[in-house]
């Protein structure tokens, strides 16, 4: 992991691109750490030593419940249509 990090310095730094690709490199750390909890879990419960944690922390970090992005594309709109409205009177 520390070698794909440091490999994704440069492409950091560029303007805009860097942008995406932090927030893709964020993106692919969580998959890994929710897949590593997934065959933590499994094998724990085959090795018969699972604990008694619940299971919504690992849904609510791996399955979060994300807004719609039409909708939020449409409220950003409309915040800016309101704020251009405003700063004219």
């Known amino acids: 992991m520390a070698v794909k990090s440091i490999a994704a310095i440069p492409a950091e730094a560029i303007p805009f691109l860097g942008v995406a690709v932090l ?23 085959e090795l018969g030593v699972g604990g008694e944690e619940s299971g919504d ?24 249509i309101t704020s251009q409205l405003t700063d004219r009177r």
């Open 57 to 80: 922390a690992v849904h609510t970090v791996c399955n979060p419940e994300l807004p719609d992005p039409k909708r939020s594309v449409e409220k950003l709109l409309l915040q800016g």
């Open 23 to 45: 927030i893709a490199d964020n993106g692919y750390e969580l998959y890994a750490a929710c897949e590593t909890m997934r065959d933590l879990d499994e094998l724990y419960l």
